[in-house]
């Protein structure tokens, strides 16, 4: 037997990984985001790493799926985010839409096709999340695991979408295509290289290039250890590849190890976890539910073997950028700096300046052999831009990204931030606030939100931030949120929202309440025993309502709402009631903040800029520090003055 050490020395890249153009960080980066609704799902637990992968562009993506009566709680305490943040991985934990029996994904029942259930939930949440720039996630980078009833979902998941996941994890998982009574009963023989071909048809050509860890924990008694070599040989058998000889000893510490066997080009692997009954294999220090901290971290695993044996992904080095220098003359930007790339290929260095409101201008130049290189903007017209240079390669990999803040025109007044498009999502006791914030100085320094039981402050992603609290009291709720700058000048607004507390009882006290019946009681029961939990009334028709857990998976039957029901604010006659008249709004603030906001437009001519009110295009007094007094009965038709009387 050849022994190896696990290794924990993911490669980090420093900068930050653009696919084109700006990009922000995401607001939530090194956090776990909790019951998020995303791609399907009504509650999806989200980790988003400060590091990026060190193959291919941006993060990967790894989709967690749970097992029966787990909840996706437990893998918070799993060390996914170590996995996370040493390979880059955003991490996805859903909560299965479409449960059956304990909690179980479905994978025995149903139609298997991309467009059925938790199938097509599963593809949607790996599409969205990799078209969410935020996230920047290499398409070529996505996989999908689970534990039991989730390994075999994950499976038949990745049969059924081979392009969309590049490689899949499969943990005490019973074959695709078997019962639900051969999970826990004598094992099914099944083919898995036919059905797994059968599901995905014509996508079937993307096996060449998939990839597949199986793995069971050697004392499982729950689910037969037979499907371990089953579904290995099975995978083997459809990529077309043959077992390499030997096992190799994974090891995690001096106690905590697994067994490897693989195939030819990496292309499989199969664990076993010693000491390890049925759940999955956290490491060192991890608890909950059917999680087992006895062996190797599996999720570091993962990363380590989806980063060594990834086939889709183009491993030549990005370029580099180094010594950058800018330098402004009158309303003309010069950058100058030097552009290397290890492999030798082609680079083109590309700068971009967005300005206030999104418009953006290019320059474009090939280095000199030594690397060394110099372009120069167009004239541009005041204001404030966003300056971003980047190096691509003629593979089309892409530099870390070099940004700068750049003032054309002279230094504006100073003005207090601007608050805009305010907006709260309320869920069971928590509430987000979110919104825009404008700084026409560029020295914002706080937002942050007065809620009813604490003051958090925002995070802020360039001009987007956004505060969340829970454990609110419920009834009608109120939050101040203050934007401040640099130099104490602040503005500030309200919001007002209500919060829904639900019932808390034991399952005994729902049912004397009314709002729970026993038909649903062996769900309910095996969630929550005898502990009190809340119930919140849902609108599932016109007229009808039903008490349900934050889940949805413990709930009553359909009845009529109590009271006015939730979100019934039809008036006496039982019609809707009238919006309120439009009133007309003023501003009074300088020419260039108009601009920014929408109420007016300029020439851009970078000597004189001329200022107009939209709609009327009336001629606003002064340049672009000008100060204007704007008036609207619409919010779209601006004239010059105050509100009439």
């Known amino acids: 037997m050849k022994t190896q050490a696990f290794s924990r020395a993911g ?173 826990i009963g004598p094992c099914e023989t099944a083919n898995v290289a036919a059905r797994c071909a059968q599901y995905a048809g014509s996508y079937a050509s993307h096996f060449e290039t998939q990839i597949a860890s199986i793995a069971h924990g050697r004392t499982d008694t729950t689910v037969n250890l037979c499907y371990n070599e089953q579904n290995a040989n099975g995978m083997a058998d459809l990529y077309n590849v043959s077992q390499l000889s030997g096992e190799n000893l994974i090891s995690e510490g001096s106690s905590r190890t697994a067994d490897e066997t ?49 086939q889709r992904v183009n491993r030549n080095s990005p370029p580099e950028l180094s010594g950058i220098n800018v330098s402004q003359q009158g309303s003309v930007v010069t950058v100058t700096g030097n552009a290397s790339d290890v492999d030798g290929d082609a680079i083109t260095v590309t700068a971009s300046f967005t300005d206030s409101v999104g418009q953006q201008q290019l320059a474009s130049v090939t280095p000199a052999p030594t690397g060394n290189f110099s372009l120069s903007s167009r004239v541009l017209a005041d204001d404030w831009y966003q300056l971003s240079v980047t190096a691509t390669d003629s593979g ?59 003051t958090v402050a925002a995070d802020i992603s360039a001009d987007l931030f956004s505060a969340a609290q829970c454990t609110l009291p419920g009834g009608e709720q109120t939050a101040l949120i203050t934007a401040t700058d640099q130099g104490g000048l602040f503005s500030a607004e309200q ?31 095996l969630e929550y025993s005898t502990a009190s939990f809340v119930l919140r009334e849902q609108l599932i028709t016109d007229n009808q309502c039903r008490w349900q857990d934050d889940d949805a998976s413990c709930f009553g039957p359909a009845q009529n709402c109590s009271a006015a029901g939730p979100g019934d604010d039809a008036g006496d006659d039982g019609n809707p009631p009238a919006p309120p008249p439009e009133d007309c709004i003023a501003f009074t603030t300088n020419n260039y903040s108009h601009k920014v906001a929408g109420r007016a437009y300029s020439t851009g001519n970078p000597y004189a800029p001329d200022y107009f009110a939209n709609g009327s295009n009336a001629a606003m007094a002064g340049s672009t520090w000008g100060v204007t007094t704007l008036s609207s009965a619409d919010s779209s038709f601006w004239q010059v003055g105050a509100c009439p009387d």
């Not at 199938?119 to 996505?142: E, F, G, M, R, S």
């Not at 009954?277 to 990363?303: E, R, T």
């Not at 706080?446 to 039981?453: G, I």
């Not at 209500?498 to 309910?524: E, K």
């Open 11 to 183: 490669i980090l890249l420093a900068g930050v990984l653009f696919a084109a153009g700006l990009l922000s960080q995401p607001a939530m980066a090194g956090n776990w985001q909790q019951n998020v609704s995303v791609g399907g799902f009504n509650k999806v637990h989200l980790y988003t790493p400060d590091s990026v992968s060190a193959i291919g562009q941006g993060r990967g993506l790894l989709v967690v799926l749970h097992g029966c009566t787990q909840s996706i709680d437990a893998y918070l305490g799993a060390n996914l985010t170590q996995a996370a943040e040493q390979y880059g991985l955003v991490i996805a934990v859903p909560d299965a839409m479409n449960k059956a029996g304990f909690g179980c994904w479905s994978y025995w029942q149903g139609t298997k096709a991309r467009s059925a259930g938790d199938y097509k939930n599963l593809i949607t949440l790996a599409n969205t999340l990799v078209a969410d720039v935020n996230y920047q996630i290499d398409p070529n980078q996505v996989y999908i695991a689970g534990l039991s009833s989730g390994a075999a979902f994950a499976n038949t998941t990745a049969c059924l979408a081979p392009d969309v996941f590049a490689g899949m994890a499969v943990s005490a998982g019973p074959s695709i295509g078997t019962s639900s009574s051969g999970a």
């Open 262 to 310: 693989l195939w030819q080009n990496g292309r499989v692997s199969m664990l076993w976890f010693n000491n390890v009954d049925h759940a999955w294999s956290g490491g060192q220090a991890a608890s909950g539910s059917y999680i087992n901290g006895n062996s190797i971290n599996y999720a570091v695993y993962l990363g380590q073997y989806f980063q060594d044996n990834n």
């Open 495 to 525: 919001l007002s929202f209500t919060i829904d507390a639900g019932q808390n009882a034991t399952l005994d006290q729902h049912i004397s309440a009314g709002r729970l019946d026993y038909t649903n009681y062996a769900n309910c029961y």
């Open 396 to 454: 089309g990999l892409v530099s870390s990204i070099y940004t700068e803040q750049l003032l054309i025109g002279p230094p504006p007044p100073a003005t207090a931030p601007e608050l805009s498009e305010l907006a709260v999502a309320v869920d069971g006791q928590c509430a987000t606030i979110s919104g825009r914030v404008f700084d026409l100085n560029r020295d914002l320094e706080t937002v942050t939100v007065e809620f009813s039981n604490a």
